[in-house]
């Protein structure tokens, strides 16, 4: 996570060390969930946690996404104790194997998260409802002092296909962020990432658009992370697969870069590092 091609540095502290992360990066995704939406990033057993951890550093992933709850539209609700202990089994063969790794975890719920970077030293919380499904959270990560992924969502994953109905598409997008983002600075929350979270309370048409204004989120001064891994807006438009998605997941990832994301959350990730190699070559020749 250095800086290159002259960017104006972005700053995020992973616990204790600056880095930049204004040179794109890629964050790989470990889902230890028995129904996440992609059938092949479902990781339940020692040996399938510890190979993809490994798949993900080799391949030249800087963060490991930690994630235990899936949040497709017609995922099952599980309680908090059937997250943590997903996530604790997981944590603590990582811990084991992969001391120095940074780990992000996946989860809207405060008390998770405090006892993921407590205990286990989580560097970063990624919250796909921004606050909005735990009360606690901002307060948490301010305590907590970790960077924290804000995106953005409307209801709940059960409930967010009912939540695409806006008057002001992007405007109403941007207001979300500015209200959160002044609500996290105020509470010393140094660290945050805007996520505008594709494929969560968006159509199609949603998705594109929003993928065509993504610059803008720059307005902010803050890494902007995309994460459009193999999603229905891929699928649904070529009528294929999850499975069969990785071309097109490749092509929104660039597509991203040309927009200006900083991090790219993502399943196959020595696809999405060779997408950032090139796009930085063809943007040093300018």
């Not at 800086?3 to 060390?17: D, E, V």
């Not at 599980?78 to 780990?103: G, Q, T, V």
């Not at 069969?244 to 999405?272: K, P, Q, W, Y």
Request: proline content about 4%.
């Amino acid at each position: 996570m250095n800086t290159i091609n002259n960017r104006n540095p972005l700053f995020m502290n992973l616990k204790g060390t600056l880095y930049d992360v204004s040179a794109p990066c890629v964050m790989g995704i470990l889902n230890v969930t028995p129904d996440s939406f992609f059938a092949g990033s479902r990781y339940q057993t020692e040996t399938d946690i510890l190979d993809r951890a490994t798949r993900i550093l080799e391949e030249g992933g800087k963060i490991i996404d930690l994630g235990a709850y899936s949040s497709r539209p017609d995922s099952t609700d599980i309680s908090p104790e059937e997250e943590m202990s997903r996530l604790e089994f997981a944590l603590k063969l990582l811990n084991r194997e992969f001391p120095d790794a940074i780990l992000s975890v996946d989860t809207f719920r405060a008390a998770i998260a405090r006892r993921c970077v407590e205990e286990y030293g989580v560097a970063i919380i990624n919250d796909i409802s921004g606050g909005q499904l735990d009360p606690d959270m901002f307060e948490t990560v301010a305590d907590l002092n970790v960077p924290y992924i804000l995106m953005h969502m409307i209801g709940t994953p059960q409930t967010m296909t009912q939540h695409t109905n806006y008057e002001h598409f992007l405007e109403e997008i941007f207001y979300y962020f500015s209200e959160k983002v002044n609500r996290l600075r105020l509470l010393g929350v140094n660290d945050i990432i805007l996520d505008p979270g594709f494929g969560f309370s968006k159509t199609l048409d949603d998705n594109y658009r929003l993928l065509h204004h993504l610059s803008g989120f720059k307005v902010f001064g803050l890494p902007i992370l995309s994460g459009v891994s193999r999603k229905s807006m891929i699928y649904r438009l070529l009528d294929i697969t999850p499975a069969d998605s990785l071309n097109g997941t490749t092509v929104l990832n660039t597509l991203s870069l040309m927009e200006g994301a900083n991090i790219l959350r993502v399943h196959d990730v020595r696809e999405a590092v060779e997408a950032i190699r090139i796009v930085d070559k063809y943007k040093s020749q300018f």
